[in-house]
C-alpha cells in the first residue's frame, strides 16, 4: 500500500519500532517527500491527530510501506457515535387525536 495525500493512517511497532506500544501514532499524509530510501521504506510527512481528529504535531516519518495500516476515523468534536437505525422500521406511530362529536340538545317539554 503506498499512501497518497488526505490518507489517515496508524502508525505504530509494525511500521517501525519507534512507533511501538503507546507511541503510535495516527497520522494524516499531507505530501510524500521524494527523498532516497532503503527498499520498502518511505518517508511521510504529515500531521499527528489526536483521538478528536485534530492535529495536534507536523512530522515526518520514515517507515516501512508494509506495516501501514488504515486508521478509523477519529469522532468529530462534540458529536457523539449515532445510534444504528433499522432501514426497514415503521414510522414512529401518530398520536391519537379525540373525535369531535356532535352536540346533543335537550328538548324541553
Known sequence: MRPSPGDLLTIDGRA??????DRALTFRVAS??????????????GYVLDQRGLATAKREVYVQLAGLRPALPPTPPGRAAAPARHLHAAPPAAPERPVATPARRTHRA
Open 32 to 45: 510524500i517527500p521524494d527523498l532516497p530510501t532503503y527498499h520498502g521504506w518511505i518517508w511521510l510527512s
Open 16 to 21: 517501525s519500532v519507534q512507533f511501538a506500544g
